[in-house]
């Protein structure tokens, strides 16, 4: 239970950062096999938007008030936002480039969350 909790704490923000500081840098930024790195910058935005959705999600439960649309909001979007993820971690093992492994940690570390918050609620 720790665990999944620091990994779904301390993975996504670190790994996304590092993630679009070589996806920046990276030259050139759609190589060969295309569709390969086309896979790889579709999972870095999807693993981006699944990020910001884990904000939108927690300012509008904190904002409803207490009872059993916010919990069932809560579960909900927690298990949208696991399956999210573990597709991403899935998609990130078939890109191709210098973004895919830390994609896969953060698409790893939002899954956690995910579930560290569904255990939770």
């Given at each position: 239970?720790?665990f999944i909790?620091?990994?779904g704490y301390?993975?996504?923000i ?9 996806w ?5 930024r759609?190589?060969?096999p295309?569709?390969?790195?086309i896979?790889a910058?579709?999972?870095l ?16 439960a ?7 649309a916010?919990?069932a909001f809560?579960?909900?979007s927690?298990?949208?936002?696991f ?7 899935i ?15 953060a698409s790893f570390?939002l899954?956690a969350?995910?579930v560290?918050?569904?255990l939770?609620?």
């Amino acid at each position: 239970m720790i665990f999944i909790g620091l990994a779904g704490y301390l993975l996504p923000i670190p790994s996304l950062i590092w993630a679009w500081v070589r996806w920046l840098k990276s030259r050139p930024r759609f190589a060969t096999p295309k569709w390969r790195t086309i896979v790889a910058f579709s999972d870095l935005i999807l693993v981006s938007a699944i990020g910001l959705s884990v904000l939108m999600v927690a300012f509008h439960a904190n904002r409803m008030p207490e009872g059993n649309a916010k919990y069932a909001f809560a579960v909900a979007s927690s298990r949208l936002g696991f399956w999210a993820s573990a597709s991403a971690l899935i998609l990130s093992f078939v890109g191709k480039g210098s973004v895919c492994t830390p994609v896969a940690l953060a698409s790893f570390g939002l899954a956690a969350l995910w579930v560290f918050r569904l255990l939770m609620y």
